[in-house]
């Protein structure tokens, strides 16, 4: 199973600050068609998980530009540049390359 | 727009069977995988199981497998998943989520709003 590791698994951020997450998986998520599979999450409080990026970096529809996702391979960068009051909740990466398909642990953020 | 609508969680005793629903809406049902994923309370995302668009192919996590089975019934948009011999550790918001297309891989672009399952004497 490929297991995915986040960091850091808490992230208080003051408005208007930038903010990062990492996550790694323990084998590459590069598939041949030369696309990194692998997701970002957030799931608000009480609410259900919604996408923000697919395939390392394209931002999902209505996704604000605030955030970005980088990496290849196995390691792999969120990116919030402006972070908002809105923007609270815990981000999960997921790997999208095979079955099982797995998820980090998940980042909580949060503001300060 | 995509509507992905979860039915049938409640209390079962350990040992028990619950079946649960996913009505979709919005897209066309037959052209898409979709998966199952599943949150204990407090805790992270557990992917559950996933059926391609045809229903030929289903893959399930370890910790499932043998007992849940996941189907699809295309003349009501319909996805499904049967739970039997449920254990304590399977209590969980359960989450029906549709795959983004068949080029991303397993990718999930929409989640429904999930169905509580909760296995306790």
């Known amino acids: 199973d490929v297991v995915m590791t986040q960091s850091p698994l808490s992230l208080p951020v003051t408005p208007g600050e930038p903010a990062s997450i990492s996550c790694r998986s323990s084998?590459?998520?590069?598939?041949?068609?030369?696309?990194?599979?692998l997701d970002w999450y957030l799931q608000k409080p009480g609410q259900s998980p919604q996408v923000l990026i697919y395939?390392?970096?394209n931002r999902a529809s209505g996704v604000p530009d605030r955030f970005s996702g980088s990496g290849s391979g196995t390691d792999f960068t969120l990116k919030i540049s402006r972070v908002e009051p809105d923007d609270v909740g815990v981000y999960y990466c997921?790997?999208?390359?095979?079955?099982?398909?797995?998820f980090g642990q998940g980042t909580r953020l949060d503001i300060k | 727009q995509v509507q992905l609508v979860e039915s049938g969680g409640g209390v079962v005793q350990p040992g028990g069977s619950l079946r649960l629903a996913c009505a979709t809406s919005?897209?066309?049902?037959?052209?898409?995988?979709m998966h199952w994923v599943r949150q204990a309370p407090g805790k992270g995302l557990e992917w559950v199981a996933f059926?391609?668009?045809?229903?030929?192919?289903?893959f399930y996590a370890d910790s499932v497998k043998g007992r849940f089975t996941i189907s699809r019934d295309i003349s009501n948009d319909t996805l499904f998943l049967q739970m039997d011999s449920l254990r304590p550790e399977d209590t969980a918001m359960y989450f029906c989520?549709?795959?983004?297309?068949?080029?991303?891989?397993?990718?999930?672009?929409?989640w429904g709003q999930g169905t509580l399952v909760t296995v306790s004497s």
């Open positions: 919005g897209f066309t049902f037959t052209a898409f995988g």
């Open positions: 989520a549709k795959n983004r297309d068949f080029w991303t891989g397993f990718s999930i672009n929409y």
């Open positions: 395939l390392g970096s």
């Open positions: 059926i391609r668009y045809d229903g030929h192919d289903k």
């Open positions: 997921m790997q999208a390359l095979q079955t099982p398909i797995t």
């Open positions: 084998q590459s998520l590069l598939h041949s068609s030369g696309y990194n599979f």
